[in-house]
């Protein structure tokens, strides 16, 4: 996959990221700028604490919901939110 590189990118194109950088600054300064990571705080949301989710990974990887005398073939998302509600 090739990079997009601000070398490649036309003379308008450039004006206009430095318009938009500009804008930024005046109305927030050097903050304004900076790239934050996207989506929520790592970790956040959690419901399983980190021995129940070792568990859970164990469980899936060693066995097949079959063998847990689960309806499923095959790891889904429901049959790990169905094993995670019957442990």
Same mark, same amino acid.
């Given at each position: 996959?090739?990079?997009?590189d601000?070398? /490649?990118?036309?003379?308008?194109? $450039? ?16 903050k304004? $700028?900076?790239v934050? &990571?996207?989506?929520?705080?790592q970790? /956040?949301?959690? /419901? $399983? /604490?980190a021995?129940?989710?070792r568990?859970?990974q164990?469980?899936?990887?060693d &066995?097949t919901?079959d ?17 995670? $509600?019957?442990?």
């Amino acid at each position: 996959m090739d990079k997009i590189d601000s070398r /490649t990118l036309p003379v308008a194109a $450039l004006n206009e990221r430095r318009r938009r950088a500009v804008k930024a600054y005046r109305a927030g300064g050097w903050k304004a $700028l900076d790239v934050e &990571r996207p989506g929520r705080p790592q970790g /956040t949301g959690r /419901t $399983l /604490t980190a021995e129940q989710e070792r568990e859970v990974q164990r469980l899936i990887r060693d &066995r097949t919901p079959d063998q847990l005398k689960m309806i499923y073939a095959l790891w889904s998302r429901q049959a790990v939110a169905e094993l995670i $509600l019957n442990r």
